[in-house]
T-cell receptor, first 111, second 114 residues
Framework: GNSVTQMEGPVTLSEEAFLTINCTYT??????LFWYVQYPGEGLQLLLK?????DKGSNKGFEATYRKETTSFHLEKGSVQVSDSAVYFC??????????FGAGTTVTVRA | DTGVSQDPRHKITKRGQNVTFRCDPI?????LYWYRQTLGQGPEFLTY????????KSRLLSDRFSAERPKGSFSTLEIQRTEQGDSAMYLC????????????FGPGTRLTVT
């Protein structure tokens, strides 16, 4: 079956630091890959996506590249801000309906 | 477009009681999904509707759970004879049904069974 494994947290960083959250997946087909973010007190929001190998998703300074050879979709941001403090979820879908999520990584950015 | 809404946001109930949650998807989204999220975990798929048809149910959805989407608009999720293990955040999402499968989530209903 499908599964997503992401880096365990929590992660604590200082402002302007570089952020990487590792995500690897197992899937039977050719999934689409997603990063969702959950800010404190808010619902899950789509941060970025990639639908095929070598695609790069980007949004709000975050990037992730779909690597089929390593079955990975690592999230990166070059310079984090306090407002990036949130829980980040890696997810995949190899069908037209079901998302499979990782356990989430809590990121705290200190001023 | 007001986004996906869920009601109630919080529900505390005693073990053995029945509860019902409501989800209003983004208008004209023909697909609606229910997920369950426990503390420290990512959401887990429960069930999915295409318009009014319920097309898949996860094995996580025991016989005590039932979901409906009459007329393909809002959806309800009912849990009968609640158990403490049902305590979780119940999330609803909707999508247009066209690729690449982007789902929009509501704020969730947090259920606490005492």
């Amino acid at each position: 079956g499908n599964s997503v494994t992401q880096m365990e947290g929590p992660v604590t960083l200082s402002e302007e630091a570089f952020l990487t959250i590792n995500c690897t997946y197992t899937a039977t087909g050719y999934p689409s890959l997603f990063w969702y973010v959950q800010y404190p007190g808010e619902g899950l929001q789509l941060l970025l996506k990639a639908t095929k190998a070598d695609d790069k998703g980007s949004n709000k300074g975050f990037e992730a590249t779909y690597r089929k050879e390593t079955t990975s979709f690592h999230l990166e941001k070059g310079s984090v801000q306090v407002s990036d403090s949130a829980v980040y979820f890696c997810a995949l879908s190899d069908s037209d309906y079901k998302l499979s999520f990782g356990a989430g990584t809590t990121v705290t950015v200190r001023a | 477009d007001t986004g996906v809404s869920q009601d109630p946001r919080h529900k505390i109930t005693k073990r053995g009681q029945n509860v019902t949650f409501r989800c209003d998807p983004i208008s004209e989204h023909n697909r609606l999904y229910w997920y369950r999220q426990t503390l420290g975990q990512g959401p887990e798929f429960l069930t999915y509707f295409q318009n009014e048809a319920q097309l898949e149910k996860s094995r996580l959805l025991s016989d005590r759970f039932s979901a409906e989407r009459p007329k393909g608009s809002f959806s309800t999720l009912e849990i009968q004879r609640t158990e403490q293990g049902d305590s979780a955040m119940y999330l609803c999402a909707s999508s247009t049904g066209t690729g690449p499968y982007e789902q929009y989530f509501g704020p969730g209903t947090r259920l606490t069974v005492t």
